[in-house]
């Protein structure tokens, strides 16, 4: 079982829209969670950091919840460039091995 | 700032052939990481230097090595190219080893025939 799961989805939602990825993680020592977005065929970039407070950047939303172990990513006004694959990423403290999850594919049509 | 950069962008080998895929970043970042990305496998870390001098196994280290040139530089060799590494392999860097995101470089496509 992986430490980092995401449903693969393909989420395929219209233009607008608002949607919602989870992402579970198993280690409760995790410390340090980040969003990354990678197009096709192209490597990961950051998209956020996520903080226990929660945080935003203009129409995206990361949340943390410890107790039940998960990060979450909210993407509001969907934009047909937003269709990306998104990895969530965990990493323990002292640890130098960051988990990624598989990613979950979003589909963004007009 | 080129930030991460790798080289070569494509490369097809032959089964028993080795080769050396070469990455530098130049935001002097202190850590740096070799992954590979198979498909609905996700990214796994083969190798990673948590600073210049250190270099430690990560999830999937058989079949390479690597080398950390200096600061800037962390290449990763296939000494004996096998048909099960085939994949796309993404060098990173970041600030420090935990707590600090990754940059990553453009990838290598790697074929082994």
């Known amino acids: 079982r992986k430490e980092v799961e995401q449903d693969p989805g393909p989420f395929n939602v219209p233009e607008g829209a608002t949607v919602a990825f989870n992402c579970t993680y198993s280690?409760?020592?995790?410390?340090?969670f980040f969003w990354y977005r990678q197009d096709c065929r192209k490597e990961p970039k950051l998209l956020m950091s996520?903080?226990?407070s929660g945080n935003e950047d203009g129409r995206f939303t990361a949340q943390l919840n410890r107790a039940s172990q998960y990060i979450s990513l909210l993407i509001r006004d969907s934009k047909l460039s937003d269709s990306a694959t998104y990895l969530c990423?965990?990493?323990?403290?002292?640890?130098?091995?960051?988990?990624f999850g598989r990613g979950t594919s979003l589909i963004v049509h007009p | 700032n080129a930030g991460v950069t790798q080289t070569p962008k494509f490369q097809v080998l032959k089964t028993g052939q080795s080769m050396t895929l070469q990455c530098a970043q130049d935001?002097?970042?202190?850590?740096m990481y070799w992954y590979r990305q198979d498909p609905g496998m996700g990214l796994r870390l083969i190798y990673y230097?948590?600073?210049?001098?250190?270099?430690d196994k990560g999830e999937v280290p058989n079949g390479y090595n690597v080398s950390r040139l200096n600061k800037r530089e962390f290449s990763l060799r296939l000494e004996s190219a096998a048909p099960s590494q085939t994949s796309v392999y993404f060098c990173?860097?970041?600030?420090?080893?935990?707590?600090?995101?990754?940059?990553f470089g453009p990838g290598t496509r790697l074929t082994v025939l």
């Open positions: 990173a860097s970041s600030r420090l080893a935990d707590y600090n995101e990754q940059f």
């Open positions: 280690n409760s020592a995790s410390q340090s």
């Open positions: 996520v903080y226990s």
């Open positions: 990423v965990a990493l323990s403290g002292g640890s130098y091995i960051p988990t």
């Open positions: 935001m002097n970042h202190n850590s």
């Open positions: 230097s948590a600073s210049e001098g250190t270099t």
